[in-house]
């Protein structure tokens, strides 16, 4: 069953305490729904409107950061070090990003020519028994990064890399600050970020050379966190010269090593006031109608079970209060029922997606999965199809989700930032050199509906139209 299979642990873990005992729970990211382990109550965490900062205490005591300089020092042939040593503990931020990256790329595909006297219709393209294709390809796909939100410096490393990914952060907090430890400030702001980074990334799609035309590489959706990380600086004299050396507060390994001319000034350009940062909150995650605990599987909407009250976690005003599911003339296949977002364009605006989308799409929605698929492209290919099913299935509202309804995990205003890259991914295919417009849609109304599809061999096949298929793979 898809259902009751659990991910595996991964990613993200932040410590908050629960509102009912006080106990210390642990979530990872994107899961914000849960039980407390200790008194069992419903929760849920909330996040902030800006971005949040965390913090990375260290693995490494101050007697183990001798430890492991002194062995840094042998093993390179330098004196231990002596005891007067002063090593200072610091936290040095980093924004943490992650988005979705689209690229295009133009290229021109040599392909031997097969001797048979069948392609003698295609001598034109033809050099040295060779075919040259033009291939424009276009792609969806995740990307993450880190990059120094303090003064750049040469001691410390521009980035932690993916390790935000696996290592426990808990909120930056005056009372999670370890003894010592000092925090380097935050000079660069998170439009300062966004901006840095749509740079980056566009100069990273120049070094791919188009072979015609012009490559692409845009990003979309960045999502920003703050994670402060902990060093240990030690400047030692070793035969005459300064060394100023960088030990990682977690794995305890010799960052960097750099020999100074002189004590670097310590004078960072500091905001005046310093930059705020959101942070999580924990609330009851309980019907505010009748006070019954809600479902804790994570998902954007629930209804009550005692008093079948709808409870959205993201607000929307396009939003619509009523439920929808596909109306199925036959039942008894294993169905699975999948959650959609349709937003309902303006009149005319239908034609314009029937362009792009092709004959088969009649319709003014445009629908988006509301389930959580980490493969963009697969995504596109869905939405193509599920749009262009929408308009020939039948509905009934609904005022309750059965046990073989999937959970909404893609709220509502991430469904409409995906609906326009969506937009664009197509024109892209259909035109190079189309640009991207963020005001393109303008939906009317966007509605929940579930359809329900059904197993067949590596899909799902949707069980209305038999028509709308999707790898299991996306979901599993
Ligand atoms: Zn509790
Ligand atoms: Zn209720």
Do not use: H
């Given at each position: 069953m898809l259902t009751a299979k659990p991910k595996p642990k991964r990613g993200f873990f932040i410590g908050v305490t629960c509102p009912g005992c006080g106990g210390t729970l642990e979530l990872a990211e994107n899961f914000f729904v849960l039980t407390c382990?200790?008194?069992?109550s419903a929760l849920r965490i909330t996040k902030p409107d800006i971005p949040p900062a965390y913090l990375i205490q260290s693995k490494v005591s101050g007697a183990e950061v001798r430890f492991h300089l002194d062995r840094y020092l042998k093993e390179n042939s330098f004196p231990l070090s002596g005891s007067g040593l002063e090593i200072r503990p610091v936290y040095y931020p980093y924004w943490k990003v992650s988005a979705m990256v689209l690229k295009l790329r133009n290229r021109i595909e040599e392909r031997e020519l097969?001797?048979?006297?069948?392609?003698?219709?295609?001598?034109?393209?033809?050099?040295n028994s060779k075919i040259r294709q033009r291939k424009t390809e276009i792609a969806l796909t995740p990307f993450m990064t880190t990059f120094a939100a303090g003064q750049p410096r040469d001691?410390?490393?521009?980035s932690i890399g993916m390790r935000t990914e696996y290592i426990k952060m808990i909120p930056f907090a005056q009372e999670n600050i370890e003894e010592n430890f000092e925090c380097l400030p935050v000079i660069k702001s998170w439009d300062d970020m966004q901006s840095n980074l749509t740079r980056n990334v566009d100069t990273v799609g120049k070094i791919?050379?188009?072979?015609f035309g012009k490559n692409k590489t845009e990003l979309f959706n960045p999502n920003g966190s703050l994670v402060y990380f902990p060093y240990y600086m030690a400047d030692i004299s070793i035969g005459g010269k300064l060394h100023r050396i960088i030990i990682d507060?977690?794995?305890?390994?010799?960052?960097i090593d750099n020999i100074l001319t002189e004590i670097p000034e310590?004078?960072?350009?500091?905001?005046?006031t310093p930059f705020e940062f959101g942070k999580l909150g924990v609330e009851l995650h309980?019907?505010?109608?009748?006070g019954f605990d809600l479902p804790t599987?994570?998902?954007?909407i629930y209804i009550c079970h005692n008093c079948r009250q709808l409870t959205l976690l993201e607000k929307h005003t396009?939003?619509?209060k009523s439920i929808l599911s596909a109306n199925m003339t036959?039942?008894?296949?294993?169905e699975q029922y999948f959650p959609f977002w349709a937003l309902k364009l303006p009149q005319g605006s239908g034609r314009k997606l029937q362009i792009l989308f092709g004959g088969i799409y009649q319709s003014d929605y445009l629908v988006i999965p509301a389930f959580r698929v980490a493969n963009f492209e697969a995504l596109h290919r869905l939405t193509k199809r599920i749009s262009a099913g929408f308009a020939k299935m039948k509905f009934s509202e609904i005022d309750e989700f059965g046990a073989n309804f999937m959970s909404v995990t893609l709220g509502p205003n991430e469904a409409l930032a995906l609906a326009q890259v969506v937009i664009y991914r197509e024109k892209l295919s259909k035109n190079t050199n189309a640009t991207y417009q963020k005001n393109e849609l303008s939906p009317m109304e966007l509605s929940l509906f579930f359809a329900p599809f059904h197993p067949d061999n590596y899909f799902y096949v949707d069980?209305?139209?038999?028509a709308v298929t999707f790898e299991k793979t996306l979901v599993d």
């Open positions: 382990r200790y008194c069992g097969i001797p048979d006297e069948t392609y003698d219709s295609y001598n034109t393209d033809m050099n001691d410390i490393p521009y791919t050379q188009a072979d507060g977690i794995t305890g390994r010799v960052a310590e004078s960072p350009i500091v905001p005046k309980r019907c505010t109608n009748c599987k994570q998902s954007y396009l939003l619509q036959d039942s008894g296949k294993s069980s209305v139209l038999n």
